[in-house]
């Protein structure tokens, strides 16, 4: 069974810095490409951050030089490093592996508000 669950998520202030994790199990995790999405309230679904199998990661660029995506492939674990945190970062935060009809997690919620 393909699963992939995200935690982590909490309610911030402006600033502060929040770790998410996404657990993967059902799957060859080291030969996916994995993402982390998110979701606002009346927005699209928006990429975020991308990890290759090599290590190699792309970002959004609102999000460059804050976030940071990393993976452990002897966990079955990716992560994404939140810091300096603005309100606009607050959504619902998925895990997404590989392409299109790749699996995705169910969200954890990241509210960043004083």
């Known amino acids: 069974q393909v699963q992939l669950v995200e935690s982590g998520g909490a309610l911030v202030q402006p600033g502060g810095s929040l770790r998410l994790s996404c657990a993967a199990s059902g799957i060859m995790f080291s030969i996916y490409i994995m993402h982390w999405y998110r979701q606002a309230p009346g927005k699209q679904r928006e990429l975020v951050a991308s990890?290759?199998?090599?290590?190699?990661?792309t970002y959004v660029e609102s999000v460059k030089g804050r976030f940071t995506i990393s993976r452990d492939n002897a966990k079955n674990m990716v992560y994404l490093q939140m810091n300096s945190l603005k309100p606009e970062d607050t959504a619902l935060y998925y895990c997404?592996?590989?392409?299109?009809?790749?699996?995705w997690g169910q969200g954890t919620q990241v509210t960043v508000s004083s």
């Open positions: 997404h592996a590989g392409g299109d009809f790749g699996p």
């Open positions: 990890i290759r199998t090599g290590g190699s990661t």
